[in-house]
Nanobody, 123 residues
Framework: QVQLVESGGGLVQAGGSLRLSCVAS????????MGWFRQAPGKEREFVAT????????YYTDSVKGRFTISRNDAKNTVYLQMNSVQPEDTAVYYC????????????????WGQGTQVTVSS
């Protein structure tokens, strides 16, 4: 059973930065794609960012482009989400997920999910 554990969430002021981490107990981490999603109160879970195997490519939702950066360290089975210039609308529970396809921006592209970490941005 694959387990994912997110960390790094918390309270941050608008304009500040935060780095989320997610460790996945995957046998061969380099063979999976990793994604970050978020769910704000009263809203559906939405795609944030994804990184392909080997970190060869990344993709972001438009609202975070230029502010967030996804990266991975295969030696540590870890994916990161560096969040800069955060805004109150970034407030949400952030989830990491593991997928076995070629790429993924939909929830159905991912097989395993973490429990989430809360990010709250104050204005």
């Amino acid at each position: 059973q694959v387990q994912l554990v997110e960390s790094g969430g918390g309270l941050v002021q608008a304009g500040g930065s935060l780095r989320l981490s997610c460790v996945a107990s995957v046998r061969t981490f380099s063979n999976v794609i990793m994604g970050w999603f978020r769910q704000a109160p009263g809203k559906e879970r939405e795609f944030v960012a994804t990184i392909y195997r080997g970190g060869t490519s990344t993709y972001y939702t438009d609202s975070v482009k230029g502010r967030f950066t996804i990266s991975r360290n295969d030696a540590k089975n870890t994916v990161y989400l560096q969040m800069n210039s955060v805004q109150p609308e970034d407030t949400a529970v952030y989830y990491c997920a593991v997928g076995y396809g070629l790429y993924g921006t939909k929830q159905s592209d991912y097989t395993y999910w973490g429990q989430g970490t809360q990010v709250t941005v104050s204005s």
